[in-house]
C-alpha cells in the first residue's frame, strides 16, 4: 500500500475523531471548529512521523541485508556440507566393510 493511502486514511480518521470529541466537548461554534482541526493536524503529522520512521527503516533493512551475498555464501556452505557428508558416508561403509570381512574371515 502506497504511503499516501495511510495519510489519507489517518488524516480523515482523526477528522471524525475530533468531531465526535468536539461535539461532546464544546457548544461553541469557534471552539469546535478549533479542537476539530486541532486534531486531525495531530493525525495527520503522526501519521507522517510515522511513515518517515517506517520508510528509513526499510531503507536501512535493504542496505544491510545483501540478499544476493547471503545466498553465494549460503550455497557455498551447502556444498562444503554435502562434501563432507559424502568424505564420512566414504569412511563409514569402508570402516563397516573391514568389520565385515574380520567377521567373515573368523
Known sequence: MRSEN???FFTVCGFFIGMIFSMVKYDDALDFL???FTITLFFYLFIHVVLIFFLSAKE???NLFDTKDYESSSN???AEIKER???ITALLKSIHGTKNKDIEGV
Open 6 to 8: 495511510y495519510v489519507a
Open 34 to 36: 478549533l479542537a476539530t
Open 60 to 62: 536501512v533493512e535493504d
Open 76 to 78: 557455498g556452505q551447502i
Open 85 to 87: 557428508e559424502d568424505k
